[in-house]
């Protein structure tokens, strides 16, 4: 290491380091999409299944998804959210539903 790397205190020989504030890492939308194919019973499975939302949660939640086309679900970090979409997904092509599950940065 060269003197120009360390910050030395005088002569005592200390080397003072500076912290690196660390950054919160971001968060993502998990989004649920509508389509005229998957029933609504299925989405209401998918929301209790993957999300841990009640019944009246998943219900209330479905409706928007009907209604406004789109509802975000959750956020969460990107592994936890990539995760989840990938569940949603493949749960839903098992059942054969055309079901829709994206992300995006907050």
């Known amino acids: 290491m060269s ?3 360390d910050q030395r205190d005088g002569d005592s ?3 003072l380091e500076t912290k690196k504030k660390t950054q919160r890492p971001p968060l993502y939308k998990v ?3 509508n389509d005229d194919y998957t029933p609504m019973e299925f989405v209401v499975h998918v929301l209790e299944r993957f999300f841990g939302m009640n019944h009246a949660q998943s219900f ?3 409706l928007t998804v ?5 509802a975000v679900v959750g956020v969460f970090s990107f ?3 990539e ?4 569940q949603v997904m493949d749960f839903a092509r098992r059942h054969q ?10």
Not at 97 to 105: D, F, G, S, V, Y
């Open 79 to 81: 592994e936890v959210a």
């Open 13 to 15: 020989g200390v080397i």
């Open 66 to 70: 009907h209604k406004k086309g789109l």
């Open 97 to 106: 539903h055309p079901l829709q599950c994206t992300m995006e940065k907050e």
């Open 83 to 86: 995760t989840k979409v990938a």
């Open 3 to 5: 003197d120009k790397d």
């Open 60 to 62: 209330e939640l479905m």
């Open 31 to 33: 989004l649920l999409l």
